[in-house]
């Protein structure tokens, strides 16, 4: 008989003991009892004979033959659930795909594969005005062509149409996985010759190959960092090594895919949010066993099991999403560094705005920084300016003198991006007579007033009701909206710009499948001129056609309580300029402010982000503030308000120690949503170490506090606001 000691997905911060007769290898996974239920665990390694043998219960089954979980990745989950403070089981849990968390083969699953029905020749006389059906159907007369592969070329629409037809049928097969398939197939396009700056930072990723080597790219918006990206991995690719890439939002995932693979004319590897549980699974398979080349996906990505691991890119490091908000509370930015010096592979962190942690890295000559100052192609870098709004007339949120700059650049066919961060008609529906705002009672907040679905939705809790006709607390028939939303700026433009094709990009307008990527390709086919848009719009996107950028207003982020507001601004307005002047027209931004004269718009408008970040640096050095200082937040919630507080107040006293600063419990910045009352207590060192081991020993007297069932709590390490 042999003991296993098995982590289970329980919020329990301890694995558990299980006989069996033949010892599984660690990372396979196997079926426990637990109490009532059966759950699927994963070994952890042999346990020591426990002093109870006839209390041990034996392990229902074996699900592998061979580890699900290689040895890197298990070394990561094991550092994961210390340095996050995260039980073991939950976060195994998290780094294996649905189904096999629920319990499914690990083996190759069956894909749905497409191939020619029929005479191909003869169809295609049929298609010549469905051209993109003709494209098709000409693909496909190379050979079946996985589902998931085709839909990264063509819509499925166009997919379906020809299924419709009969030209094209499905089939489900199971195909051998093929290592280094790629290698078969692998043919580098045309490519542009890099500039000086872009040659010197592909030879020193080039020359690091085969060690741990983190870069931080740092290049100006439109400079061909991804260029770069291409050209670095060329080498990787042709010696038979996979690459991982990590990209911030779905909606970067396309325009990357597509241009990875029409450079090398492979397979690329997807993951994100919007691929089914299958889909998911038949990636992860592939990349495991060396088949595919090139992986692309968001942040759980980071977790995807590599045979022959040779590069990791980070795109966009700086934002916000590589941090996850619930349950594991991993930075996936920071993951990569630790998966890469345990692969011993290069890392690549891009971006043209990148975060103060690292740049205080690369700074401190922990990273190799490399630069990139100018834009590719000889595009010229936008200018920047601010528009004092105080005491001029403003039209559905614009300024007189806004709207007579942008009709300049539409009279001359160029595209305009108007940017606003709030999507709906307007932030808030007040009573004009009593001055009563309608609230969510759940988080006691103003709901927003969407017109075009008539309805308020809260979104914070996403509690949505209809908009009232009459006043709920007067009665009377005078409620008018506070505020403007990307809606009323829609609605608003086809006013002041009659006759203008104009589109809205926001969370609302481009739910649905591939619909946000068919709106990029009609914004590049110059099927609109005025784009209104949320940060959907800030991120990486490239418009050639945008001459001109409106940043509705910028002076919320100025007064904000998170000390990060100010990096946040910076990073989205440079961001945001970025859009604009990518090709060979000249580009502008405009900034409407009712505070020209802060030092944070003054620095930016006149001195870039580069300058801005390295004073930020300065003055987070003196404030005794991140990176120089490591900190992590205790977050508790409650319908009960004092129930959550006086947890926390407890919590402090177990805490108490000269070595870590307490501050709180203080309430969180939305204090209230979904009907629970939020306060937290924030640790704060120059040590980093001092804050995880003064957790680590402190969570069992956390735990057993009274209190401690009766609010929901949370440790969330390195946070990256206090919301």
């Known amino acids: 008989m042999y003991f296993v000691e098995v982590a289970v997905p329980v ?73 996050y403070l995260h039980p073991i089981g939950e976060v195994l849990h998290t780094v294996l795909p649905v189904l096999l968390r629920k319990g499914e083969s690990a083996q190759a699953v069956e894909e749905c594969w497409w191939q ?19 494209a098709c159907l000409q693909a496909l007369m190379d050979g079946p062509i996985r589902d998931s592969e085709l839909k990264t070329t063509f819509a499925p629409t166009v997919i379906k149409g020809l299924a419709e037809k009969g030209f094209i049928v499905a089939d489900s097969r199971r195909p051998p996985l093929k290592p280094r398939m790629w290698l078969s197939h692998y043919k580098i396009a045309t490519k542009p010759r890099p500039d000086k700056e872009q040659a010197v930072a592909i030879t020193a990723i080039n020359q690091s190959r085969g060690k ?29 090594q996979q690459v991982l890439i990590l990209v911030p939002e779905i909606g ?26 299958k889909d998911r699974l038949a990636v992860w398979q592939r990349a495991r066993e060396g088949e595919l080349g090139i ?42 560094v630790l998966r890469a010096s345990t692969e011993n592979v290069p890392l690549v962190l891009g971006t043209a705005t990148p975060s103060l942690e690292s740049l205080n890295n690369a700074l401190s000559k922990r990273y190799g920084h490399l630069h990139l100052t100018k834009r590719a192609g000889g595009a010229v870098k936008t200018h920047q300016h601010l ?25 001359m066919g160029n595209q305009v991006l108007v940017f606003v961060n709030r999507r709906g008609y307007a932030p808030a529906l007040l009573c004009h007579h009593c001055g009563h705002s309608v609230d969510c009672r759940r988080c006691e907040r103003p709901y927003t007033v969407h017109r075009s679905q008539q309805r308020l939705q809260c979104h914070h809790c996403g ?28 609605e608003g433009l086809a006013q002041l710009f009659a006759g203008v094709k ?16 068919r709106t990029l390709d009609e914004i590049n086919e110059q099927k609109y001129q005025l784009l209104i848009g949320t940060q959907i719009l800030s991120k990486g996107h490239h418009f050639p056609h945008v001459t001109l950028v409106v940043v509705m207003d910028c002076d919320g982020a100025l007064f904000s309580a998170d000390f990060r507001a100010s990096e946040k601004l910076a990073q989205l307005v440079t961001q945001l300029a970025g859009r604009a002047g990518r090709a060979a027209k000249p580009g502008e931004m405009w900034l409407q402010t009712h505070n020209p004269g802060h030092p944070l718009l003054q620095d930016l408008i006149h001195n870039g982000y580069h300058h801005f970040a390295r004073q930020a640096l300065e003055e987070r050095k003196l404030a005794g503030m991140p990176p120089f200082q490591s900190q992590a937040v205790l977050r508790a919630e409650a319908t009960n308000g004092a129930q959550a507080w006086d947890f926390l107040a407890q919590t402090k006293q177990i805490l108490a120690t000269e070595k870590v600063r307490l501050n709180g419990p203080l309430p969180c910045l939305i204090e209230k949503r979904q009907g629970r009352y939020r306060f937290m207590l924030v640790l704060q060192s120059e040590q980093r170490k001092a804050i995880n081991t003064l957790l680590r020993m402190a969570l069992p007297n956390i735990s057993a506090l009274p209190l401690a069932t009766r609010v929901r709590w949370s440790v969330d390490v390195d946070p990256s606001d206090f919301s």
Not at 119 to 126: G, I, K, Q, Y
């Open 212 to 240: 741990f080597a983190p870069f931080l790219l740092e290049g100006v918006t439109g400079s061909g960092k991804t260029e770069v990206y291409l050209q670095a991995i060329e080498e990787v690719l042709a010696s038979g």
């Open 252 to 277: 970067l995932t396309p325009q990357t895919v597509s241009r990875f693979a029409n450079r090398f004319g492979i397979d690329i590897g997807v993951l994100h949010s919007q691929l089914n549980d």
């Open 295 to 336: 992986i692309i996906g968001t942040r759980s990505a980071i977790f995807t099991p590599l045979k022959y691991p040779g590069m990791i890119i980070v795109d966009e490091e700086h934002d916000e999403s590589y941090k996850q908000q619930d349950g594991l509370r991993y930075q996936a930015r920071d993951l990569a």
């Open 116 to 134: 020619v029905e029929g005479d191909p020749h003869a169809h295609l006389t049929s298609l010549t005005r469905a051209k993109r059906q003709g």
């Open 463 to 490: 509690s949505v009701k209809p908009i009232p006709r009459q006043c709920p607390q007067c009665g009377e028939n005078s409620l008018v909206t506070a505020g403007v939303g990307t809606e009323q700026i829609e």
């Open 387 to 411: 528009l004092d709004v105080r005491d001029q007339r403003m039209q559905f949120g614009l300024a007189d003198g806004m709207i007579s700059i942008m009709r300049q650049h539409l009279s």
């Open 502 to 517: 104009q589109v809205r990009i926001d969370s609302d307008s481009v739910r649905g499948k591939d619909k946000l990527q």
């Open 11 to 83: 919020p329990l911060r301890q694995a558990f003991t299980y006989s069996c007769d033949t010892m599984p290898e660690p990372g396979c996974r196997v079926r426990v009892p637990f109490g009532p239920r059966k759950l699927v665990g994963v070994v952890l390694g042999k346990s020591a004979s426990p002093d109870t043998i006839n209390k041990i219960k034996p392990l229902d089954a074996v699900l592998d033959e061979t580890p699900v979980i290689d040895g890197v990745l298990l070394t990561l989950c094991r550092w994961l659930s210390q340095y």
